[in-house]
């Protein structure tokens, strides 16, 4: 039976989390030591991480009083220089990945320049969307220090997002005083561009937007997860990414398994069988070298 789907059930049956697990990361102060990155895969050439939401790549006017980038606790972690290659949203969880010098980096970054970096994300959205789709969507850029204000020069560029819907979940409670009950969605997103807050803007655009969004979702939508989860996060995690080995050739697959609320989430709303096996919460084989 689809597990997916569920309607005209009674208050009682709405999944929660009453309170967080007791080993569940807690929010970082001053006077608490900052625990390690998780070190997905690490090469003479490559290393890859498990970036936490809330963390930045590096220094960016996008948030001038931010003290933590995820490049420099790298860099003091290994005891060496690191060189970002692509990046992640500051709100977006998952895979990160780093060159450990300059003529790899130039490697790698072609590739994601030439769109042959494989990337795959999951959200949680709002609403049904279809079963799967493509979303052809032209972005244009946007101001650093205002993410909803485009750039004044800026012309729309090509864009475009493959997803597939992996379940769905009703839940009978009024979260949008227009419906009686509120929908949601797991997806897998693919996107084939690489512009500015891509997934997030396109998810938008065909009106299921990402939950936890502040900028481009809904507030009430947002407030419910956070009530009834414990969730106050950016549902949007990038838990697969595949590109060739820069010093082999070989197709290289890198895997971030659900961590935190977003599992948190997706556990409460049934949803860990339709995990794809990438995803799931199971570390032992986080990077698959495929020679």
């Given amino acids: 039976m689809y597990r997916g789907v569920c309607a005209n059930v009674c208050a009682d049956d709405m999944p929660s989390l009453a309170q967080p697990p007791a080993n569940h990361p807690t929010t970082q102060t001053d006077d608490v030591e900052t625990p390690p990155l998780k070190i997905l895969y690490?090469?003479?050439?490559?290393?890859?991480?498990?970036?936490?939401?809330?963390?930045?790549?590096?220094?960016?006017?996008?948030?001038?009083?931010?003290?933590?980038?995820?490049?420099?606790?790298?860099?003091?972690?290994?005891g060496r220089w690191v060189y970002p290659v692509h990046r992640l949203d500051k709100p977006t969880s998952g895979v990160l990945l780093f060159a450990l010098d300059a003529e790899t980096a130039k490697h790698v970054g072609s590739q994601f320049e030439q769109q042959s970096v494989r990337k795959r994300y999951l959200a949680i959205v709002?609403?049904?969307?279809?079963?799967?789709?493509?979303?052809?969507?032209?972005?244009?850029?946007?101001?650093?220090?205002?993410?909803?204000?485009?750039?004044?020069?800026?012309?729309?560029?090509?864009?475009?997002?493959?997803?597939?819907?992996?379940?769905?979940?009703?839940?009978?409670?009024?979260?949008?005083?227009?419906?009686?009950?509120?929908?949601?969605?797991?997806?897998?997103?693919?996107?084939?561009?690489?512009?500015?807050?891509?997934?997030?803007?396109?998810?938008?655009?065909?009106?299921?937007?990402?939950?936890?969004?502040?900028?481009?979702?809904?507030?009430?939508?947002?407030?419910?997860?956070?009530?009834?989860?414990?969730?106050?996060?950016?549902?949007?995690?990038?838990?697969?990414?595949?590109?060739?080995?820069?010093?082999?050739g070989a197709p290289l697959i890198l895997q971030a398994p659900l961590e935190g609320r977003f599992l948190d989430a997706v556990t409460a709303l049934d949803w860990l069988p339709e995990l794809p096996s990438a995803a799931r919460p199971d570390p032992a084989n986080p990077a698959l070298d495929l020679t």
Avoid: C, W
């Avoid at 890859?48 to 590096?58: D, F, M, N, S, W």
């Avoid at 960016?60 to 980038?69: A, I, K, L, N």
């Avoid at 972005?139 to 864009?159: C, F, G, H, M, T």
């Fill in 42 to 78: 690490q090469d003479d050439y490559l290393v890859a991480i498990h970036k936490p939401t809330g963390l930045l790549v590096h220094r960016s006017p996008v948030d001038r009083r931010e003290t933590r980038f995820a490049m420099a606790m790298l860099r003091d972690q290994l």
């Fill in 126 to 248: 709002r609403g049904h969307p279809p079963l799967g789709g493509i979303i052809r969507h032209a972005i244009a850029d946007i101001d650093d220090l205002n993410s909803r204000r485009k750039r004044p020069d800026a012309e729309p560029q090509p864009a475009l997002t493959l997803y597939h819907r992996l379940a769905t979940r009703e839940l009978p409670v009024s979260v949008d005083k227009r419906y009686s009950t509120s929908r949601y969605a797991l997806m897998d997103l693919a996107p084939r561009s690489g512009r500015r807050h891509q997934l997030r803007r396109h998810l938008k655009h065909i009106s299921h937007p990402i939950i936890g969004d502040t900028t481009y979702g809904k507030g009430p939508h947002n407030r419910f997860f956070k009530e009834q989860f414990g969730v106050d996060r950016l549902l949007l995690a990038a838990y697969q990414l595949s590109l060739s080995h820069p010093g082999t």
